[in-house]
């Protein structure tokens, strides 16, 4: 079975100001990893996946993160972030095996400061 | 551009009443997907269809059953609507199959916020 942690349930930024959302996975088999995000009264949409290659993935409006299999992570960054940003932000992850496997995290709401 | 639509935005029904969440994708995607959003919780998955009349029970089927008559069309009903089933409900779909479409995106309607009293 797979579990996914993300530790932080909500994160303040300034605008302009880096941010990183956190998430950790748990499986004894192969997956692949997703970021989702859910603007205000709006459906989830892809940010990025991870599915093989270059652990570094680029996603839509200058975010990107970083596959660790050591460590079990799959971290999103954005090096400066903007009011629009505002959403909550779900990590996911589907086992090798099924497409029906798939997992959330809790989510992770990030607001953004003037 | 996929679009997934969902029959209704808010819904309010009664305890005991029957309830029908409909869920239509245009773009011949073979897996659709109910999930309900609870605050803490995230998405749960209720159930999985790869094909038409085809579906597998997701983390949270009890009191929930689906039909999938077209493959465009994928219900979700509430046999018996229950307060602790108030909730958000998300549909979505993506391309592939139950085991070539691992790894796709899934694209999501944008939500039904169901109240039972």
């Known amino acids: 079975a797979q579990s996914v942690t993300q530790l932080d349930s909500q994160v303040p930024v300034f605008e302009e100001a880096p941010v990183e959302l956190r998430c950790n996975y748990s499986?004894?088999?192969?997956?692949?990893l997703f970021w989702y995000v859910q603007y205000p009264n709006q459906g989830l949409q892809l940010l990025l996946k991870?599915?093989?290659?270059?652990?570094l993935v680029k996603g839509i409006n200058g975010f990107e993160a970083e596959f660790n299999k050591s460590q079990t992570s799959f971290h999103l960054r954005k090096p400066s972030v903007h009011i629009s940003d505002t959403a909550e932000y779900f990590c996911a992850v589907t086992p090798y095996s099924s497409a029906s496997k798939i997992i959330f995290g809790s989510g992770t709401r990030l607001s953004i400061r003037p | 551009d996929v679009k997934v639509t969902q029959s209704s935005r808010y819904l309010v029904k009664r305890t005991g009443e029957k309830v029908f969440l409909e869920c239509v994708q245009d773009?011949?995607?073979?897996?659709m997907f109910w999930y309900r959003q609870d605050p803490g919780l995230g998405l749960r998955l209720i159930y999985f269809?790869?094909?038409?009349?085809?579906?597998e029970k997701g983390d949270i089927p009890e009191g929930y059953s689906v039909s999938r008559e077209k493959k465009e069309r994928f219900s979700l009903i509430l046999e018996s609507a229950s307060t602790n089933q108030t909730s958000m409900y998300l549909c979505?779909?993506?391309?592939?199959?139950?085991?070539?479409?691992?790894?796709?995106?899934?694209?999501f309607g944008p939500g039904t916020r169901l109240t039972v009293l």
């Open positions: 979505a779909s993506s391309f592939g199959g139950p085991l070539a479409g691992v790894g796709d995106t899934q694209y």
């Open positions: 269809s790869y094909d038409v009349k085809m579906k």
């Open positions: 773009m011949d995607h073979e897996n």
């Open positions: 991870y599915l093989s290659g270059s652990t």
């Open positions: 499986s004894s088999v192969s997956v692949y």
